[in-house]
């Protein structure tokens, strides 16, 4: 099993930087693919980056692609979600999740483990 706590939001302006992490439990975290999904305000989960398990392949949102970047560091068991050029429309829950199957995945309901969210607010 694994457990997931994530940091990092905040208020920030539009244009603006933020650096999520996601600290992970368990001495199995190097065998799970890692996701970010965020949740707008009335809006449904939706997906945003992805990170293999040994961090050789990422994949991004369009919405996002070329503004954020996902790392991951398996020596602290942690994955990161560095968001620059930040805008109004990226205020939302940041989540963290976890799955064991593949990196080619996008769907929030196929992660096993999720962690309890950050907020994000970019105002503008």
Not at 96 to 113: E, K, L, V
């Amino acid at each position: 099993q694994v457990q997931l706590v994530e940091s990092g939001g905040g208020l920030v302006q539009a244009g603006g930087s933020l650096r999520l992490s996601c600290a992970a439990s368990g001495r199995t975290f190097s065998s799970y693919n890692m996701g970010w999904f965020r949740q707008p305000p009335g809006k449904e989960r939706e997906f945003v980056a992805v990170i293999s398990s040994n961090g050789d392949y990422t994949s991004y949102a369009d919405s996002v692609k070329g503004r954020f970047t996902i790392s991951r560091d398996n020596a602290k068991n942690t994955v990161y979600l560095q968001m620059n050029s930040l805008k109004p429309e990226d205020t939302a829950v940041y989540y963290c999740a976890a799955n064991p199957r593949s990196a080619y995945i996008a769907t929030p309901g196929r992660y096993d483990y999720w962690g309890q969210g950050t907020q994000v607010t970019v105002s503008s």
